[in-house]
């Protein structure tokens, strides 16, 4: 799927991933968007005593703020595909929601719908 296909807030919430990505020096970043338009973004996490993928802390901070469901979400990543887990917690609050998984440049390499 290329940009021009892609609507303003999905690219904004590839944007927000890549820039969490960028501005952490991590090996993901993710965002998601809930019911209502917000958005959330993550880095991954990697602590001695806690170790979170960004796409499940940004479905974390989501659930965290009171969403009640999922719209999209982006992961941007050098992996070829996202963790089965990560997409596990986002269909817990999205079902339906298209999950964008971005090279680190914001190119999109797939779409993956439930």
């Keep these: 799927m290329s940009d021009a296909e892609l609507g ?6 590839i944007t927000l991933a ?3 990505r960028a501005r952490v020096t991590s090996a993901e970043g993710a965002a ?13 996490v990697a602590l001695p005593s806690l170790q979170l993928s960004a796409l499940r802390l ?6 965290s703020s009171g969403a009640s469901a999922l719209e999209a979400a982006a ?13 596990a917690a986002v269909r817990d ?7 964008f998984l971005a090279a680190p440049d914001g190119a999109v390499r797939a779409t993956l719908n439930p």
């Design 75 to 87: 992961l941007v990543t050098e992996a070829d595909q996202p963790d089965p887990g990560d997409l």
């Design 32 to 44: 998601v968007r809930d019911e209502t338009g917000r958005t959330y973004a993550a880095a991954a």
């Design 93 to 99: 609050l999205g079902p339906g929601a298209p999950v």
């Design 18 to 20: 890549r820039s969490t």
């Design 8 to 13: 303003p807030e999905d690219l904004k919430i």
């Design 58 to 63: 940004a479905v974390a901070m989501a659930v």
